[in-house]
């Protein structure tokens, strides 16, 4: 061991730096021991204790002292020059200004941006309805994306929401568009005078893009989350959503998008339309139309009727393109039947959208007077016992929770629904697969690339069994989305998708397909094929 | 963080939410432009209530030009103000709310006490006015003006007040001055006659458009006077003389009404007397003298 | 009747960032949140918290404590006796720093300390019998905050031990502290040597009686003119203080002169006082503490009172909830060590000095001392950005207390609790590290933070407390 020693005469040092530089220096290599102190008569008695100095090193207080202690005195030299060096360095001229915080909460936030009006929620469910509350209380409208929130915890933020004139949008509301602002998972849409209230995101989805499609506009589209219409919760964000559309200038024709409510709440919620002075379209998903019938109120059976319901309401059209309604078995054969093999009999469903499956499985039930089998059914007697495989006629969610644990939702992420793509198309009895793309903001940037390997792949498996599979879909979306529409209707179309403008419709044609799919041997002998 | 509490706020004020930029920053005052087009104004608490003012309880030395810059986003939400940017925050949820609403007062100066007041009133304001405080272009249409509205000639009165708008020097032009003053007279002495009333408030229309000839601050305060709200030096003025107050009392109410504002106050108190004596039958005792 | 539709939509994004860039996309306004789960993830803390932002009782709660906490006025009014002054000192009772603990869990500085003080007091003759009588029970141990005083390190107060006398002239209130015994073998480093004792006898004898009178002959002295000089100086009162001891010699030493006491007491005073760069520590804490103490006990406030630590845990109170103590483990300090000692020796956090911070000094100040920041290898712009950060904690500003770095703004003071735990930003504390051993004294000085833990529980309480009725409130 060898020690080795500096002095700096008549060098000041603060205690601070002094002990910086002993840390520092004792961090090189070879320097088992280091020491920067000014030479007091206190200082060099704690050095000598620990066998540093000399006990009768004479003080020198003025004075600066370095000593190293190692056992490579190379080193030891070379830890001594790197003290002298950082002594002598000029300190780096530094602008004083200390960089701005990024706000860490929302009253934070407020006092960067006083004039904020919302609050769009996306943490953890445990935290958010704290986070939601926290807003109200602040003065800010709170669009809840977040699920796992509690019914307890969403009746209170609503009773607490509208006795401040706020509106809370959620849990669970994946989709809004306010003011032209699309939040959440969302399409760019014409703005116009075509309102919407919706308890479904992908529902409000479709609307808005069919009113874009059909060449008018939204106003506003508000969420309420998929529980707002059950009867503890009352739809008290749907009828504030109402009012609000009832007294916006700019609005003049209402829709409004849930499943079936409660009775009292369908009730209530039909009477304030019913009152509100302008048309009001309904659409509760599936239920039938004597629930809806009110003077004023407008019953539609699909999204697509919803659409194109308000479009006539607004442009003037009186009585209008009344939608299709029911389906009928066998009503309209499609001549894309005949390229079926005998064994394939059914439709599978893979949505990401669980309105758009929700939506499929009460039409096709209606369509093919069969059970539509789903994990997500309208009858509870439909369940698919193991949603990994399907039966018969089956339209899974891919977006419910069994599905999406520990792992993106369907419309980001298209793994899950191309595997299953594969499987299906390794059942023989698998004659048309149906699809929803779904665009917009939050959607996958590219969904028509992510799906064309897995149609391609699908394809192959049915062609080496001698089957082709059917693949008819829909996608929702606008051109002015980030993905654009024509981009990717163009793409799947090359990809061999049979597109319909809307789900409903794309449910049409697949019921059309098999339900007047006959074996093609004996369609050729009934003499030729009908272009129906 | 600097949180400071309201004190009171005008009736004009909407306490829970609203939008703004800071239009002019003084060192007392702070003129907020909101999204509506009105104008808010934050008080430091020595100033007197307006209708469309906050009077916030700011410590000795404060400065508003310190925390916030003209162009600022100042916003209300759930009754806390903030400025974009600065620490400040205001809180209005305790601010008692102050109406300063001169149309039930009734001013009636046949009766003698309130006559009397009024002349104690006109004889404090002469006392203490300077020379060239009001404008002759002002006062010389005023009779017009006063003629024109007994006549409940809604024509006669926009051409007579015409004039009066945008003229003068000062933060408030001393004719805006006059004519906001004169405005709160007449509402203070409509009382319950309908003609009147109506004729006051089919006025309001033309009042609130000419006032897009004058600058915000004026604009303001034109058009709470147009519906009878003033700030609170010259309301107490008009209770004094409707009451029929003791003449030490008046003089003082004056005093402190012709003290309000820049230059404004005299102004104010002068268009307030006339306003009041433009219906009373002996109007021609009352009425305007060359100053 | 929602009003949104008029205005343009500016959207607070809290969660996942990648909405806001969307409504950026899309032409829209949107700020997004830095988001971490409140109160360290203690979700009934979140849940109280989400019930006291913005809510109307606890904004006017804490606008009349920050109020009193600005108008009080901090007054040396002179020395007097532990156990004549401290309210409820009991005869057989020893105060320590920080939150209550009980024998068997102090650290061991604190052990020493109150070993080293039962001799002094003389209840027992050696170090053995002293802390038999410790473990026994007969001695009541008490927290010095809970008997209206402050302690530095161990912070340990006996019945015969001096003691500064503060008062706020405008409450009433008064704050004590012990006199600093200065650096090397001290009492408040747990040491209980014979030279510990025979110095605190001499402070006992001499040092307080002659302090006494000096202070007599000041009249008194108002202590913030003195730290708000000090600050402009490079002390920030808590691990710098040699400008505010300096000062104080200034101020004491004409009234010596003038007292009429012994020659050779006041000289020995003076030059012990001078010797001592840390001197005026004590009297910053009882300054401090007075100041608190003002704006204590506010029904609904959820103004951040005391923080102290006995090295063991750490503790806080809030003016709502009285003299409850909110505690957490005592978190190690970051910083740097004397040759020859290292993390492995250190102690945990200790003393009543956090009350300086508690405030809107100490760490709160930083910026007027930046050379500290070097502790954890940082730089001056750190300092202030350190300082700055408070301000979006505190319930505002002390203009008393200003820094010139930061354009004489005054200093961020009055912590509120619900921010803390709103922002996740804990109080930064500059403090010096003990050994973890009894009687070896200061190892080193760096920076730590108040736990978050003890925030969570505070206002849990605090909540509870204001009863707060969701029912009746979400239905008006």
């Known amino acids: ?532 | 963080m600097l949180r400071l509490e309201a004190l009171s706020i005008g009736s004009a004020v909407p306490r829970p939410a609203f939008d703004g930029i800071a239009q002019s920053v003084f060192r007392r005052a702070c003129n907020i432009r909101t999204g509506d087009g009105e104008l808010l104004a934050l008080l430091t608490n020595d100033l007197a209530d307006s209708p469309h003012g906050i009077r916030v309880a700011a410590p000795a030395g404060f400065d508003f030009q310190t925390h916030i810059g003209a162009g600022r986003t100042v916003s209300c939400r759930a009754g806390i103000t903030r400025v974009a940017g600065s620490e400040l925050s205001i809180d209005l949820s305790s601010a008692r709310r102050w109406r300063g609403d001169v149309s039930r007062f009734s001013v009636d100066l046949t009766r003698p006490q309130s006559a009397r007041a009024w002349v104690v009133a006109r004889n404090e304001l002469d006392k203490r006015l300077l020379p060239n405080a009001l404008p002759v272009q002002v006062t010389r249409v005023v009779p017009r003006l006063m003629e024109a509205v007994r006549e409940q000639c809604l024509h006669q009165t926009v051409r007579a007040f015409a004039p009066m708008i945008g003229c003068g020097e000062g933060l408030t032009p001393a004719g805006d001055d006059v004519l906001v003053g004169y405005l709160v007279g007449l509402w203070s002495a409509v009382g319950r006659d309908r003609q009147r009333l109506m004729f006051l408030a089919a006025l309001s229309g033309p009042i609130e458009t000419a006032t897009q000839l004058t600058n915000d601050i004026s604009c303001a305060y034109l058009k709470q006077a147009a519906h009878g709200f003033a700030g609170s030096h010259i309301v107490a003025l008009a209770r004094q003389i409707a009451v029929g107050a003791a003449a030490a009392r008046v003089r003082s109410a004056t005093g402190s009404a012709m003290a309000a504002g820049a230059s404004s106050g005299p102004a104010g108190v002068y268009g307030l007397l006339m306003g009041m004596a433009t219906w009373a039958p002996q109007a021609g005792r009352l009425k305007a003298e060359t100053i | 009747m929602v009003d949104v539709f008029r205005q343009e939509l500016r959207v607070i994004n809290v969660g996942v960032s990648g909405f806001a860039e969307a409504i950026r996309h899309a032409g829209g306004h949107a700020l997004d949140l830095e988001w971490a789960p409140p109160a360290g993830g203690d979700l009934g803390a979140s849940h109280a918290l989400a019930r006291l932002i913005n809510r109307a009782s606890v904004e006017e709660a804490n606008r009349k404590a920050f109020a009193a906490y600005l108008a009080s006025h901090p007054v040396l009014d002179g020395i007097g006796t532990a156990g004549t002054e401290l309210p409820g000192m009991g005869e057989r009772m020893i105060l320590h720093a920080g939150p209550p603990v009980a024998w068997e869990q102090m650290c061991g500085p604190m052990q020493g300390a109150i070993t080293g003080a039962i001799l002094y007091e003389g209840w027992a003759q050696d170090r053995a019998s002293a802390m038999r009588l410790a473990a026994s029970g007969e001695i009541t141990f008490a927290p010095c905050h809970d008997h209206n005083a402050v302690g530095p390190m161990a912070g340990v107060i006996s019945p015969s031990m001096p003691v500064w006398i503060v008062t706020n002239r405008e409450g009433g209130n008064r704050a004590y502290s012990n006199l600093n015994e200065g650096l090397g073998k001290v009492l408040r480093f747990g040491a209980d040597s014979a030279e510990v004792i025979d110095r605190l006898k001499w402070m006992q004898r001499v040092l307080a009686p002659t302090l006494a009178a000096v202070v007599a002959r000041l009249g008194s002295l108002e202590l913030k003119p003195l730290i708000a000089q000090a600050l402009h100086m490079g002390d920030e009162v808590h691990n710098r203080n040699v400008a505010a001891s300096s000062l104080l010699l200034k101020k004491l030493v004409p009234a010596a002169l003038s007292s009429g006491r012994p020659q050779a007491d006041l000289a020995d005073v003076l030059a012990f006082i001078a010797a001592n760069d840390h001197f005026f520590l004590n009297l910053s804490m009882a300054a401090c503490k007075s100041m608190m103490d003002a704006a204590a006990n506010i029904a609904g406030s959820s103004m951040v009172t005391a923080m102290c630590r006995n090295g063991v845990e750490f503790g806080i109170r809030l003016s709502g909830t009285g003299g409850a103590w909110f505690t957490a483990p005592a978190p190690q300090v970051e910083g740097l060590f004397f040759s020859g000692y290292g993390p492995q020796d250190a102690a945990r956090d200790l003393g009543d000095s956090a009350i300086t911070e508690t405030a809107g000094v100490g760490g709160f100040a930083m910026a007027a001392a930046p050379a500290i920041v070097q502790f954890i290898g940082g730089s001056p712009r750190d300092a202030l950005a350190h300082t700055l950060r408070m301000a979006h904690i505190t319930l505002g500003r002390n203009n008393t207390f200003t820094l010139p770095s930061l354009d004489f703004a005054g200093t961020p003071a009055c912590i509120d609790a619900r921010k803390v735990a709103d922002t996740g930003i804990a109080p930064i504390i500059n403090t010096g590290i003990a050994h973890k051993k009894a009687g070896i004294g200061q190892v080193g000085a760096g920076i730590t933070h108040a736990p978050m833990e003890c925030f969570a529980k505070a206002l849990t309480a605090l909540s509870s407390k204001l009863g707060v009725d969701e029912q009746k409130e979400d239905r008006p």
Not at chain 1, 141 to 161: C, P, W
Not at chain 1, 206 to 214: A, G, I, M, N, S
Request: proline share 5%; with cysteine; net charge neutral.
């Open chain 1, 1 to 532: 061991m060898t020690t080795l020693s500096r002095v700096f005469p008549n060098f000041y040092r603060d205690s601070v730096s002094l002990m910086q530089l002993s840390a520092k220096l004792g961090a090189l290599a070879g320097v088992e021991q280091a020491a920067a102190v000014m030479a007091t008569k206190a200082n060099l008695a704690l050095l000598a204790e620990t066998g540093l100095v000399r006990e009768d090193t004479a003080p020198s207080p003025n004075n600066l002292l370095v000593v190293v202690r190692g056992a490579d005195e190379t080193q030891l030299e070379a830890a001594l020059a790197e003290a002298k060096a950082a002594l002598e360095a000029r300190p780096s001229a530094s602008t004083g200004e200390a960089l701005p915080e990024k706000a860490r909460s929302i009253e934070m936030a407020l006092g960067e941006m006083p004039d904020a009006n919302l609050a769009l929620v996306s943490t953890p469910g445990e935290y958010a309805a704290d986070e939601a509350r926290k807003a109200l209380n602040l003065g800010l409208h709170v669009m809840l994306f977040s699920d796992n929130v509690s019914l307890e915890e969403e009746i209170s933020l609503k009773h607490r929401a509208r006795g401040r004139d706020l509106l809370v949008m959620g849990p669970d509301c994946g989709t809004a568009i306010i003011n032209g602002i699309p939040l959440g998972f969302a399409n760019v849409v014409r703005r116009g005078d075509i309102g919407c209230v919706a308890a479904s995101g992908t529902g409000l989805q479709q609307v808005t893009c069919l009113v874009d499609r059909y060449g008018a506009g939204i106003s506003q589209a508000i969420g309420t989350g998929g529980r707002d219409l059950k009867a503890e919760v009352g739809g008290m964000t749907m009828l504030q959503g109402i009012a609000a559309l009832t007294h916006d200038p700019a609005t003049r024709v209402i829709v409004l998008i849930s499943k079936p409510p409660a009775p009292t709440v369908a009730d209530r919620v039909l009477g304030i339309a019913a009152r509100s002075g302008k048309p009001v379209v309904v659409n509760f998903l599936g239920a039938a139309p004597e629930m809806v019938k009110r003077e004023g109120v407008h019953a539609a059976r699909t999204l697509e009727d919803a659409a194109r319901l308000a479009v006539d309401l607004a442009t003037g059209k009186a009585g209008g393109s009344r939608g299709r309604g029911n389906l009928r078995a066998g009503s309209a054969r499609s001549p894309d039947a005949a390229r079926l093999a005998p064994s394939q009999k059914y439709i599978r469903g893979l949505y990401s959208g669980g309105t758009f499956c929700y939506e499929a499985s009460f039409l096709l039930t209606e369509a093919l007077g069969t059970t539509v089998y789903s994990n997500t059914p309208v009858d509870k007697r439909a369940a698919l016992p193991d949603v990994w495989t399907s039966r018969e006629h089956t339209v899974v969610d891919l977006g419910d929770d069994l599905f999406t644990r520990g792992r993106p939702h369907p419309m980001i992420d298209h793994r899950l629904r191309n595997e299953r793509i594969l499987a299906e198309a390794a059942d023989p009895g698998v004659a048309v697969l149906l699809l929803d793309v779904v665009l917009g903001y939050g959607a996958h940037p590219d969904p028509a690339a992510e799906m064309e390997p897995a149609i391609r792949s699908a394809r192959d498996i049915a062609t080496k069994h001698g089957r082709e599979i059917l693949f008819v879909g829909s996608v929702c979306g606008t051109a002015a989305d980030p993905q654009d529409l024509s981009r990717q209707e163009a793409a799947l179309r090359d990809a061999g998708v049979l597109l319909a403008n809307s789900n409903a419709e794309a449910v049409r044609l697949a019921a059309a397909i098999v339900g007047g799919s006959r074996p093609a041997a004996q369609h050729r002998a009934e003499g030729g094929s009908r272009n129906g």
